[in-house]
């Protein structure tokens, strides 16, 4: 394994276990063994001691999944391969290795290559996802839209019919709208990062169902760790309880600041229910007002000119 892709799964790994996903036992950086190429007398992999990674009484579904080893033939026996084990009684504290970066780094230091492959890795692992049966019935898997790097990402419910076909999110007439808010606010569609809490099109547009949201999940919060954005924008309810973790509806969470996990969130208005309801629209350009106030004042070297009438 070579050494970014060890310090890419050791901050995966804190960022499991900080989050209550995961309770490790034994030192990863110690289990995980000598990065390849250590030279001529460095321990090999096979002489790794496994990860026992125990789950977190916060668990409640199926576990992120690190990302699949770049060689499998200079990583066999290693991370590849967590062995689990019987639940560990109390969770002690993280091991050294873990404390050296705190969670809200997350992916932050992963490099642009690194998250370009760590996204491929992720579109793979959900092409052959049945975790339900979205899976089985889609056309295309939308797994995500942007630069890897993006400051913003926007987070809307589910792909569509133009989705299902393309495999791109928002393509449609609310993509369109979206694009269109995007660049009133100073943003180019490439410049962000567009996702979906659910990355297979339900039938007939319908509303995701509970058991289909929790078995997508890992997924968007896989995404979130990757890109590491500073903002997040939750479009539309199913977006927003998501992120604010809470089951009021969006107009009552649109309009303020949330956090989740260290991002900053705003939710606001679907834009295909924009597309509907138009006396909504301001309550939106509000929100988009404030994504963009806040995002220059987090990148002051980045000034975005915003549409004024
Ligand atoms: N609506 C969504 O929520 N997502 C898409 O990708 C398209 C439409």
Known sequence: MTITAKKALLNYLEFLQSNGFICLDSDPLEALGPASGGGPGAPSAAHARPIVVHSAAKVDASPMTPPRPR????????????????????????PAALRRELPQTWGAHLSRAERIQWIGDATARAETCRACQLGAQRNKLVYGDGDPEAKIVFVGEAPGGDEN???IPFVGRAGQLLNKMLNAIGFKRQEVFICNTLKCRPPGNRDPFPSEKAACEHFLTEQFYILRPQILVALGAHAAQYLCRSELPIGKLRGRWHEYRGIAVRA????????????????SW???????????????????PIWTK
């Open 165 to 167: 076909e393309t495999g």
């Open 286 to 304: 509000d929100d988009f007002r404030a994504i963009h106030g806040r995002y220059v004042e987090l990148n002051p070297g980045d000034p975005r």
């Open 71 to 94: 060689n499998p033939a200079t990583t066999s026996g290693s991370a590849g391969a967590a062995v689990p084990s019987a639940p560990s009684a109390v969770p002690g504290p993280p």
């Open 268 to 283: 606001t208005y679907h834009p295909a229910f924009l597309l509907r309801n138009g006396n909504f629209k301001p309550q």
